[in-house]
């Protein structure tokens, strides 16, 4: 099947598109600048890269006329304050150019509408979708509330509230009720949607099992990561206060908090949940979909799909493509060395650790691996099961070893140790370049202050080590 992506590079159509090719399907990836958009080497065979700005009408001429479904996944809300305005003149080009193509389902994702006074945000999903009925396709609407999921933007400023802040005095809207759903059981929808004709030309609202108000998400959310907070809730604080509010104490911008902070007033609740028993869909309790976006290793949706079936065909896709370290929040230490030898370096690597040592300054790895017992952690007595190769699953003094693939020059190790946060260290060939990064996710304002605390340890062992690593034999 072909199928038109649209939005490939935002956050859903990044995670559906591995998902569309594990299927079997050949996607069409719609973007402004093919130059930024760079999809996994194990993808490009399965997939087309065109250039379509639906603002713009001179280039939807670059979409093939042979499409099975495509995927609306396009929003504008946190560029432009007229983003109702953008997104009407993108929805109307779109659905005039689909017209005269071949498609025969179009998939929209868009926000749960069933308040009388909706935000600007939540009328311009709400047009959006009106202007969609009026193609020649079938449509068929998927309503969403919070989104639960690493990298989201309800989701990452959730998490930077709670993180940042042991008290919150807050706006009253942390009272509304919405229903999240996680990323996951997203994807899965907008999959199982895909030419099954039991949805066709109707809407329907996504959510989870547990109807929450805002303030229930965060202090759940704090029950999970361990953190106490106290919340309450003031009717002074304006919107323009709550924006404030959220811009500074988080990391969106500011017109992402005046949107967010204008829906946040109204209601997200699914008025039933028909479409779940249609494409046999349980989805997730809100505490599930938090450990899931907090499991040891960031890890798209994707990989645990590949991980229950693989089908033929599509065999050269690469895991260790989406296997990626967060991003958002976190301190990293990246340092980089041009390598000599590849093989040498390669098999300095898979030797490090154990009764090998970590190649520079082992004194101060002991002593970490020393505190570490004292705190109850495993330190550094696991050493390593074999002095020469390493297997996922792997332990490596007092990390875990998640991936491992020689020929990629690829080594990530997930820290075990105790620590307040969660910490990774990566080594990876590429363009005769080792980068090496060590990467923290804080947990809490204790978190942070070890970072700090052992920042200037960082200059002396990881710059040492990587020198060590790409230090030629004959050099």
Excluded at 252 to 278: F, P
Excluded at 327 to 338: L, M, Q, T
Excluded at 382 to 402: C, H, I, K, Q, S
Aim: glycine letters at 6%; proline letters at 4%.
């Amino acid at each position: 099947m072909r199928i038109l992506l649209t939005g490939a590079t935002g956050y859903i159509g990044k995670r559906i598109l591995p998902v569309l090719i594990q299927k079997g399907h050949h996607v069409i990836c719609c973007v402004r600048d093919p130059k930024q958009f760079n999809p996994p080497k194990s993808l490009r065979s399965f997939i087309s890269v065109i250039k379509v700005d639906f603002l713009e009408e001179d280039t939807l001429s670059n979409i093939p006329q042979d499409i099975d479904v495509a995927y609306y996944l396009i929003h504008s809300m946190s560029s432009s304050s007229e983003y109702d305005r953008l997104e009407a003149i993108t929805a109307t080009n779109f659905t005039s150019y689909l017209n005269n193509t071949s498609v025969k389902q179009v998939i929209y994702l868009s926000g749960i509408i069933n308040e009388d006074n909706l935000s600007k945000h939540l009328e311009s999903r709400k047009n959006v979708e009106n202007i969609l009925n009026n193609g020649q396709f079938s449509l068929t609407t998927l309503r969403a509330g919070i989104i639960v999921g690493s990298g989201s933007a309800s989701f990452e400023i959730i998490r930077d509230l709670v993180e940042k802040l042991p008290i919150m005095i807050t706006p009253k809207w942390l009272n509304t009720k919405c229903q999240p759903i996680g990323i996951r059981d997203v994807i899965t929808f907008l999959e199982k949607a895909l030419l099954n004709e039991k949805v066709f030309n109707q809407n329907f609202d996504i959510g989870g099992p547990d109807i929450l108000s805002y303030k229930e998400m965060l202090l759940q959310f704090a029950k999970a990561r361990g953190l106490k907070r106290w919340i309450y809730t003031v009717p002074i604080m304006t919107p323009r206060l709550s924006s404030y509010w959220l811009y500074f104490v988080t990391s969106t911008s500011y017109k992402l908090a005046v949107s967010l902070v204008q829906s946040m007033k109204v209601e997200v609740v699914c008025r039933n949940d028909k479409i779940n028993h249609i494409l046999n869909i349980k989805p997730e309790k809100y505490s599930k979909t938090i450990e899931r976006a907090f499991s040891k290793i960031e890890s798209n949706e994707i990989v645990s799909s590949w991980k229950d079936s693989r089908i033929s065909g599509v065999k050269e896709i690469n895991i260790s493509d989406f296997i990626d370290v967060p991003n958002y929040g976190c301190f990293k230490d990246v340092r980089e060395r041009e390598v000599i030898s590849h093989d040498d370096v390669v098999k300095k690597i898979w030797r490090i650790g154990g009764d090998n040592g970590w190649y520079y300054a082992n004194i101060l790895w002991r002593l970490r691996g020393f505190m570490d017992k004292i705190f109850g952690g495993v330190g550094l007595r696991r050493g390593r099961t074999n002095p020469t190769t390493l297997e996922v699953g792997d332990a490596l003094d007092f990390w875990r070893v998640l991936y491992a693939n020689k020929e990629e020059g690829k080594l990530l190790l997930f820290a075990e140790m105790k620590v307040p946060g969660e910490a990774w260290l990566e080594f990876k060939i590429k363009d005769n370049q080792l980068i090496q990064t060590a990467t923290f996710r804080p947990h809490g304002l204790l978190g942070r202050l070890y970072w700090y605390s052992v920042l200037p340890f960082h200059g002396i062992v990881f710059k040492g080590m990587i020198n060590a690593i790409t230090k030629h034999k004959d050099s």
